[in-house]
């Protein structure tokens, strides 16, 4: 199973975002909500953006490869999924819209073609 490797490898991003998001708080001194502080906005909203997408688009994914989706096609989304995160993230944290608007355009391209290829292969 192809999917399973790009989950594998975005739930280790997952918990990249997590320690960010602890490793801000610990240095800033916040334990609860974020104090106003804008790299901790910042690294929160990654964290959750990430938790509000992804998850809901690898199901799609996996429902995708196994309804018998290529493998090349599941390599090229499940990459584009991952590459399109690390790049949201990096516009968040470093605040450059260009790459937010990347990875939020490969993310929604990732879930829309997910989507979309189970409605059309759901009878092959």
């Known amino acids: 199973m192809i999917i399973s490797t790009y ?3 975005l739930a280790f991003y997952y918990i990249y975002l997590s320690f960010n998001v602890i490793k801000v ?3 800033e ?3 609860l909500g ?3 502080n804008v790299k901790l906005q910042r690294a929160v ?3 959750a953006n990430f938790m509000e997408y992804v998850p809901f688009t690898i199901i799609l994914l996996f429902l995708a490869e196994y309804q018998g989706l290529a493998s090349h096609y599941c390599n090229i989304l499940g990459a584009a999924l991952l590459i399109g995160r690390v790049f949201h993230n990096l516009g968040i944290v470093e605040a450059k819209l260009k790459y937010r608007q990347i ?3 490969a993310t929604f391209l990732v879930t829309v073609i ?3 290829l ?3 292969t759901r009878n092959s």
């Open 7 to 9: 989950a594998a490898l």
């Open 25 to 27: 708080r610990k240095k």
């Open 29 to 31: 001194q916040i334990s």
């Open 34 to 36: 974020d104090n106003g």
């Open 45 to 47: 909203r990654a964290h």
């Open 103 to 105: 990875g939020a355009v």
């Open 114 to 116: 997910s989507a979309f």
């Open 118 to 120: 189970l409605l059309v």
